[in-house]
């Protein structure tokens, strides 16, 4: 249900930094998709007040990021708008912020045990080194075209494509 309010973080920075204009048909529009979620996914879940915080506050760093994604790409000065241009500048200050979240939580002692991998033969270690490559590749190709559609159209168009992605 919290996940539902990132179009409403992108609206609400879009407006703030004058990439849409206030037009009571969009917000209606963004507040009818927000709603139809919210009653979507209601009673789905328990209450967890730290995953609520969680999430409330990637929704908010989203909409921060894709609005901020899309005034880099749009201007053309910077020389960004080809997504893989984005994508190289982008994605390792993406890591890095990331990271410390994952020493917290995770600990770095996951990704220094066998915990990590867990093969028993170099047979096993290859599928799973496959399978975590056709990850990257899947990854990398959502990530190209997420950046693509930013730089033709707006953040606000991805939060809803993303809601279409996720429904089926």
Sequence with gaps: MTKSSAVLFILFFSLIFKLEELKPALIL????????????????????????????????????????????????????????DTMFHLQPLMF??????????????VSTSTQLFRYQDVHSLLILLATLGVGGLLAFGLGYSEFLLVSKTSSLTLSIAGIFKVQF
């Design 29 to 84: 529009v963004v507040l009818l998709i927000s709603g139809g979620l919210f009653m979507f996914t209601y009673k789905s879940t328990q209450f967890d007040a730290r995953g609520f915080f969680l999430v409330l506050a990637a929704s908010c760093l989203g909409g921060i990021r894709w609005t901020l994604t899309q005034i880099l790409m749009q201007k053309a000065e910077l020389g960004l708008q080809n997504p893989i």
């Design 96 to 109: 890095l912020s990331l990271f410390p979240l994952f020493v917290g939580i995770e600990g770095l002692h």
